[in-house]
């Protein structure tokens, strides 16, 4: 007798990138072999070093991906929400993961253990397309903050975290979620003191405009960022 198809998980999965382009019977494969788990905030969901090998789907809230030298010296690498997953190369290769994966509030997530995956990836050509798509976005994704640190100024660096952690709600460009001067400190790869004058600065000059539980972006703040990154391509390809 055919196994019914788990409802939620299913619905859920439809609506990950990673997964829109499979057949329902696909989708209803992986409904079936995933497990649901829930996380309290400031949860370590893994640490850099730990072997395990599965697939995590984030249903509901955040969390912080990051790594920290051996003085606890942290480095934000990006928040990920809803939709979002991590541990695809787990799946691929045996190496202990390369970072922590922190919640920054409750979180409900979806598993995927790496024997069941690869059954579903023998299966599906398109799903093996789309996790090596996913990892090439995450490589110049990686090449973009690396190159971001080497060549942009502090105040370039705050702009473009700000701008890539905004969105467009009833015409307003804003960060609606919390975003700390500690946050974008580790995010930028500067003091928490730096960031603080660098934010105080983008207000006196019309910038942003900070609010009680949100920062609103201004149009000036997207051109200052075109310019600073348009020169240091330019400088890049002159040398």
């Given at each position: 007798m055919k196994k019914p198809i788990k409802e939620r998980e299913s619905t859920a999965l439809r609506s990950v990138p990673l997964f829109s382009t499979l057949s329902a019977d696909l989708i209803g494969l992986l409904a079936n072999v995933v497990t649901t788990r829930q996380y309290p905030k400031n949860t370590f969901i893994l640490s850099?070093?730990?072997?395990?090998?599965?697939?995590?789907?984030?249903?509901?809230?955040?969390?912080?991906?990051?790594?920290?030298?051996?003085?606890?010296?942290?480095?934000?690498?990006?928040?990920?929400?809803?939709?979002?997953?991590?541990?695809?190369?787990?799946?691929?290769?045996?190496?202990?993961?390369?970072?922590?994966?922190?919640?920054?509030e409750p979180c409900e997530l979806m598993i995927v253990e790496k024997g069941d995956f690869k059954k579903c990836l023998a299966m599906s050509p398109a799903l093996s397309m789309q996790i090596m798509l996913a990892l090439v976005s995450r490589v110049?994704?990686?090449?973009?903050?690396?190159?971001?640190?080497?060549?942009?100024?502090?105040?370039?660096?705050?702009?473009?975290?700000?701008?890539?952690?905004?969105?467009?709600?009833?015409?307003?460009?804003?960060?609606?979620?919390?975003l700390s001067r500690q946050d974008i400190a580790k995010l930028v790869g500067a003091s928490r003191e730096m960031v603080t004058r660098v934010?105080?600065?983008?207000?006196?000059?019309?910038?942003?405009?900070?609010?009680?539980?949100?920062i609103v972006l201004h149009h000036k703040l997207e051109v200052y960022a075109r310019e600073i990154g348009h020169a240091h391509t330019h400088a890049g390809k002159a040398k």
């Amino acid at each position: 007798m055919k196994k019914p198809i788990k409802e939620r998980e299913s619905t859920a999965l439809r609506s990950v990138p990673l997964f829109s382009t499979l057949s329902a019977d696909l989708i209803g494969l992986l409904a079936n072999v995933v497990t649901t788990r829930q996380y309290p905030k400031n949860t370590f969901i893994l640490s850099s070093g730990d072997k395990t090998d599965s697939l995590y789907i984030i249903l509901s809230g955040n969390v912080k991906v990051g790594i920290a030298d051996d003085d606890g010296k942290e480095v934000i690498l990006s928040f990920l929400g809803p939709g979002d997953f991590f541990g695809e190369m787990a799946l691929i290769d045996d190496y202990p993961r390369s970072a922590d994966i922190v919640t920054r509030e409750p979180c409900e997530l979806m598993i995927v253990e790496k024997g069941d995956f690869k059954k579903c990836l023998a299966m599906s050509p398109a799903l093996s397309m789309q996790i090596m798509l996913a990892l090439v976005s995450r490589v110049r994704d990686a090449d973009r903050k690396i190159e971001r640190l080497a060549l942009v100024n502090v105040y370039g660096r705050v702009a473009q975290v700000l701008l890539e952690s905004a969105e467009q709600v009833d015409g307003v460009l804003a960060i609606n979620r919390k975003l700390s001067r500690q946050d974008i400190a580790k995010l930028v790869g500067a003091s928490r003191e730096m960031v603080t004058r660098v934010m105080r600065d983008l207000v006196d000059g019309g910038y942003i405009r900070t609010e009680p539980k949100r920062i609103v972006l201004h149009h000036k703040l997207e051109v200052y960022a075109r310019e600073i990154g348009h020169a240091h391509t330019h400088a890049g390809k002159a040398k």
